[in-house]
Structures are given as structure tokens and as C-alpha cells.
T-cell receptor
Framework: QQPVQSPQAVILREGEDAVINCSSSKALYSVHWYRQKHGEAPVFLMILLKGGEQKGHDKISASFNEKKQQSSLYLTASQLSYSGTYFCGTLKSNYKLTFGKGTLLTVNP | DTGVSQDPRHKITKRGQNVTFRCDPISEHNRLYWYRQTLGQGPEFLTYFQNEAQLEKSRLLSDRFSAERPKGSFSTLEIQRTEQGDSAMYLC???????????FGSGTRLTVV
């Protein structure tokens, strides 16, 4: 029941865009996105609830298609500080957040 | 709001010993979660509390693991008779309600030798 993230890793140059996808085989209540830098704790970015909403956080936005049980995280005009591992977490009826394996994003100058 | 605190930050123990970790959540948060993370993997759910009630425990956890949250405040996670496979980062998180983001602590890194 672990959500599947793709790609596993992506390398960008500063200023480029990236999309990270998250899909689940089960019906979802909501999707969380977190970023974790090496040796640090995961940091909450945003949460998307049922209803196909989109959200934005600086130049990072996300969408949630509940019918397809998919969410995508969009990073535009990437900055060096965006480097890290991005995790999606899916919340089902039991209120247990299950994380994917993560997408390692590297932004180079 | 001082964030989620975990203690200790690092723990090295010999196989077979018992270890206990502590988590102090954000005071207004009534939900507290324990996760385990190994290198290159996402956080893996262990258990969670709503106030002092432990609502769910992962089936992956053996009987060697136990968690408490007395009076709905801080929480402890105890591992008895540690094994090398228990080596991991143990993360604690708290949230106000399920639909709010989790605030994670810095974690306790356990090394079993």
C-alpha cells in the first residue's frame, strides 16, 4: 500500500523545472508532500485534500487527482535550496500516513 | 512553539540491550506518531497516539517494541533485546488533526553493534 513515486532521482540545473509524481492503488483522503535534506528531519511542504485541488508554496505547487489517485509536485525555476529528497505521503481512512520511497532532487549551479 | 524534541540524538547499544527514546511533541498537538527510517527509504509507520490512546500499531513491529504516551504529553518508545536490524533513524512527529501537516523531530539514530 506504499505509494509509488517517480522518478527515483532527478538532476537539474538552477532555474530548470521538475515534476515528481505519486500514485496509489487505494482510495485516498489526502496527500502530503515533504522535503528532507541529508541528515535532517522531513519538513512539511503542503497537503492536498479530496476535490482535485492545487496548492502553491513559493515556486512549488502540487495537484491531486482523486479519481486517478495521483498527485504531482511541480518545482519551477528551481533553486539550489530545493535540493533534497521529496516524499509523498498518502492518508487513508485509518489516518495513517504512508510514505513513498522518495525522489532525490539535485539542483546544480 | 519550540517544535518536536527527541532525545537522545544518537544511541549506540550492544545487541540484546534495551533502549528507550523520548519524544516531546508540540504542546497543542494531540496526535503523536513514531516512524522508522533506514537509508534510502521513506519513513515507515510504527505507531500513533491520539492524546494518551494508542490507536494503531504497525503489524511489522514485533513484541519487542512498545510505546507509551502517559497523560497525552510526551511519548517513549522502548525496544527490548535490540537486534542489528533495529539500527535506523527513529522519527517522532506530531500534528493537530489528521488533515494538518506533520511536524517531525530531528530523530534518534540507533546503532546496534
Amino acid at each position: 500500500q506504499q505509494p509509488v513515486q517517480s522518478p527515483q532521482a532527478v538532476i537539474l540545473r538552477e532555474g530548470e523545472d521538475a515534476v515528481i509524481n505519486c500514485s496509489s492503488s487505494k482510495a485516498l483522503y489526502s496527500v502530503h508532500w515533504y522535503r528532507q535534506k541529508h541528515g535532517e528531519a522531513p519538513v512539511f511542504l503542503m497537503i492536498l485534500l479530496k476535490g482535485g485541488e492545487q496548492k502553491g508554496h513559493d515556486k512549488i505547487s502540487a495537484s491531486f487527482n482523486e479519481k486517478k489517485q495521483q498527485s504531482s509536485l511541480y518545482l519551477t525555476a528551481s533553486q539550489l535550496s530545493y535540493s533534497g529528497t521529496y516524499f509523498c505521503g498518502t492518508l487513508k481512512s485509518n489516518y495513517k500516513l504512508t510514505f513513498g520511497k522518495g525522489t532525490l532532487l539535485t539542483v546544480n549551479p | 512553539d519550540t517544535g518536536v524534541s527527541q532525545d537522545p540524538r544518537h544511541k549506540i547499544t550492544k545487541r540484546g540491550q534495551n533502549v528507550t527514546f523520548r519524544c516531546d511533541p508540540i504542546s497543542e498537538h494531540n496526535r503523536l506518531y513514531w516512524y522508522r527510517q533506514t537509508l534510502g527509504q521513506g519513513p515507515e509507520f510504527l505507531t500513533y497516539f491520539q492524546n494518551e490512546a494508542q490507536l494503531e500499531k504497525s503489524r511489522l513491529l514485533s513484541d519487542r517494541f512498545s510505546a507509551e504516551r502517559p497523560k497525552g504529553s510526551f511519548s517513549t518508545l522502548e525496544i527490548q533485546r535490540t537486534e542489528q536490524g533495529d539500527s535506523a533513524m527513529y522519527l517522532c512527529a506530531s500534528s493537530l488533526v489528521p488533515y494538518h501537516g506533520y511536524t517531525f523531530g530531528s530523530g534518534t539514530r540507533l546503532t546496534v553493534v
